[in-house]
């Protein structure tokens, strides 16, 4: 499994966009990329999968370039709310069962 | 749709004495799979059952344990607490067999050891 680094922490203010990349050097052919979501005391949330490019959804956007040896993760004006643990995880989403390997993940905290 | 349900959310055991959590997946998911988060070691992985099988098991001691029933709801075991057991414990489930398919979480049960 690909091991990941971000950034431990991160600060925002309300309405602004905030990226949070992740590199995974060593990530896999058959890896794919999945960010999930935590708040205090609840379980993480999953927010978006990719496997290159780009890929949008209605809460977020995935950013993966061409070597794929990192992902960003991309929050439109953020608010308060958004405030958690954002996890970048990689695994072979088609053979490796459902066992999910997190990181340290990074902390973002928004501002008024 | 009911979400992921845990049982019980918060728990106070002493060392020596073992616990049995208790989980309930979104009905029609078949993947259940458990987590152990402490903010030494953040979210680790413990096991992942599909249709009553354990697949996969994280590095864990034999004092954990798990299992799966016909109808997808898991339980599990940790005997011979320690304190070190002291956790937030977190089950997932998934439609799917792999792990391309969205996984779900529930609350979690907070587990302290005294």
């Known amino acids: 499994l690909a091991k990941t680094t971000q950034p431990i922490s991160m600060d925002s203010y309300e309405g602004q966009e905030v990226n949070i990349t992740c590199s995974h050097n060593?990530?896999?052919?058959?890896?794919?990329i999945t960010w999930y979501q935590q708040f205090p005391s609840q379980g993480p949330r999953f927010i978006i999968q990719?496997?290159?490019t780009k890929v949008t959804n209605e809460v977020a956007s995935l950013f993966i370039p061409a070597d794929r040896k990192s992902s960003t993760l991309s929050l439109p004006r953020v608010s308060l709310s958004d405030t958690a643990v954002y996890y970048c995880?990689?695994?072979?989403?088609?053979?490796?069962?459902?066992?999910?390997?997190f990181g340290t993940g990074t902390r973002l905290l928004v501002s008024p | 749709k009911a979400g992921v349900t845990q049982t019980p959310r918060y728990l106070i055991k002493t060392r020596g004495q073992q616990v049995t959590l208790s989980c309930s997946p979104i009905s029609g998911h078949r993947s259940v799979s458990w987590y152990q988060q402490t903010p030494g070691q953040g979210l680790q992985f413990l096991f992942e059952y599909f249709s009553e099988t354990q697949r996969n098991k994280g590095n864990f001691p034999g004092r954990f344990s798990g299992r799966q029933f016909s109808n997808s709801r898991s339980e599990m075991n940790v005997s011979t607490l320690e304190l070190g057991d002291s956790a937030l414990y977190l089950c997932a489930s998934s439609w799917g067999e792999t792990a391309s398919y969205e996984q779900y979480f529930g609350p979690g049960t907070r587990l302290t050891v005294t």
């Open positions: 995880l990689v695994g072979d989403m088609n053979t490796g069962f459902q066992k999910l390997v």
């Open positions: 060593n990530i896999a052919t058959n890896d794919y």
């Open positions: 990719g496997y290159k």
